[in-house]
């Protein structure tokens, strides 16, 4: 299925629809303010495990991020976090970054294993945070990968439907998405230190 939103007004009649694949354990892929991303409702382990199957990953070792509607979810996901990281996450967020964070403990539930940290994003996207926001809880994410060898990723959403129509329950159209990832922040150390530079500058 493709569900095309309005970037900058998504219509509640299609957010609706996307959170019901959601709730029902559904695998969507959706915009956000970097690449296209692929991902599922945290708390189905399902369909949790159904993402890391399409994105070829042993779940015991993948590196999804939870998106979140904002930074009252942190406590959700995430142990005590310093003022500096709340600083800097408060400065950068909603934004195009990823703060790697400790993880508490329903992080291990979710992924069934010893997993000590998390990443965290809040994207600088309307539909993905309406979404979120609606579901009531985070949204799974890693990027869609594009096949070709000289493309890391797929910005065209129609060309996504028609390579994962038959994969996932929906593709998102909400525009054009970039090329370039989220900057990855790692702030579980004494200093935050970026392991990733992305598309955030800092």
């Known amino acids: 299925m493709l569900l095309k939103i309005h970037p900058e007004t ?8 996307a959170v019901e694949i959601l709730r029902d354990g559904g695998v969507i892929i ?31 070792r993948a590196n999804f991020s939870f998106i979140c509607h904002n930074l009252s979810h942190l406590t959700d996901y995430a142990k005590h976090v310093n003022n500096l990281t709340f600083k800097l996450m408060k400065q950068y967020l909603p934004g195009p970054y990823t703060f790697i964070l400790d993880a508490n403990n329903n992080v291990p539930k979710i992924f069934r294993n010893k997993k000590k940290t998390i990443g965290i ?27 070709d060898e000289v493309l890391d990723y797929t910005t065209d959403p129609e060309l996504i439907h028609d390579q994962y129509k038959n ?18 922040i790692d702030c579980t150390g004494s200093e935050p230190v970026i392991v990733r530079q992305g598309i955030g500058e800092v």
């Open 10 to 17: 998504p219509g509640q009649r299609q957010l609706q629809k």
């Open 30 to 60: 959706f915009p956000t303010d970097t690449v296209y991303g692929l991902g599922c409702d945290v708390f189905n382990h399902k369909a949790v495990e159904r993402v890391a199957t399409i994105k070829g990953v042993n779940l015991s």
């Open 121 to 147: 994003r809040i994207p600088d996207n309307n539909i993905i945070l309406a979404i979120v926001e609606e579901l009531g809880n985070a949204v799974l994410t890693t990027s869609i990968h594009d096949e």
């Open 167 to 184: 994969i996932v329950d929906a593709v998102i159209h909400g525009g054009y998405g970039h090329n370039v990832p989220s900057t990855v």
